[in-house]
């Protein structure tokens, strides 16, 4: 285990469809994030978990959008009836807190999603 | 709102000399706070971090320096090579909530 892994590395969709993004963080690593980027701009924060509790959602995040880390592992991030503005790339990390749940530790990026709507 | 800025979208420094990128940030409640490298087409890759209660940090030919007065927060590379070549962003977080990430200065070195 080498690092943070997602798949798929590029998506292209028609509009309207439904898409599903995997992430595998490092396996000793209890929190895992989910953001997105779009051309010239910095990460946006979506969603993150420690272990399988999902703990906090941003206003980005729609109602078109699910993520789910079921087992505390692996995650996966929904958008449903996809629009040509969530053509982004989207990006998992993971991160090991210290005692206190306050994290020191660096957060380690995937590769990320790229996802283009047509 | 609250948000990470940095000063300069882009930074041209020729090979061996140093750089500076620096970075502005509004919350002065954030207590931890992270240098990241991402080259095209590539995941944000961790380059430094520091915490609220250090000025400065050092790495290998990498040092952050953290200004709580003025909230500022500064890269400095030593000897850029071009393989630095690349966009830098800092990133915020208080208390262990998600990092805020600002825009990115691309940064291009030149042999």
């Known amino acids: 285990d080498t690092g943070v892994s997602q798949n798929p590395r590029h998506k292209i969709t028609k509009r309207g469809q439904n898409v599903t993004f995997r992430c595998d963080p490092i396996?000793?690593?209890?929190?895992l994030y989910w953001y997105r980027q779009t051309l010239g701009q910095g990460p946006e924060f979506l969603t993150y978990?420690?272990?399988?509790?999902?703990?906090?959602k941003s206003r980005l995040l729609s109602d078109r959008f699910s993520a789910e880390r079921p087992k505390g592992s692996f995650s996966t991030l929904e958008i449903q009836r996809t629009e040509q503005g969530d053509s982004a790339m989207y990006l998992c990390?993971?991160?090991?807190?210290?005692?206190?749940?306050?994290?020191?530790?660096?957060?380690?990026f995937g590769s990320g999603t790229r996802l283009t709507v047509v | 709102g609250e948000s990470v800025g940095l000063h300069l979208p882009t930074l041209s420094v020729q090979e061996g000399d140093n750089s500076i990128i620096n970075c502005a940030y509004s919350?002065?409640?954030?207590?931890?706070f992270i240098w990241y490298k991402q080259e095209s087409g590539k995941g944000p890759q961790f380059i430094i971090d520091?915490?609220?209660?250090?000025d400065k940090r050092q790495g290998q030919r990498v040092t952050v320096l953290l200004n709580k007065t003025v909230k500022h927060l500064s890269l400095q590379i030593a000897a850029t090579q071009p393989g630095d070549s690349a966009v830098y962003f800092c990133?915020?977080?208080?208390?262990?909530?998600?990092?805020?990430f600002g825009k990115g200065t691309t940064l291009s070195v030149s042999s």
């Open positions: 520091i915490r609220s209660n250090m």
């Open positions: 978990f420690q272990n399988e509790a999902q703990l906090e």
């Open positions: 990390a993971s991160s090991f807190p210290t005692a206190g749940g306050t994290v020191y530790y660096g957060y380690t």
């Open positions: 396996s000793e690593h209890n929190r």
């Open positions: 919350n002065s409640a954030s207590d931890y």
């Open positions: 990133a915020e977080s208080q208390a262990g909530t998600a990092l805020i």
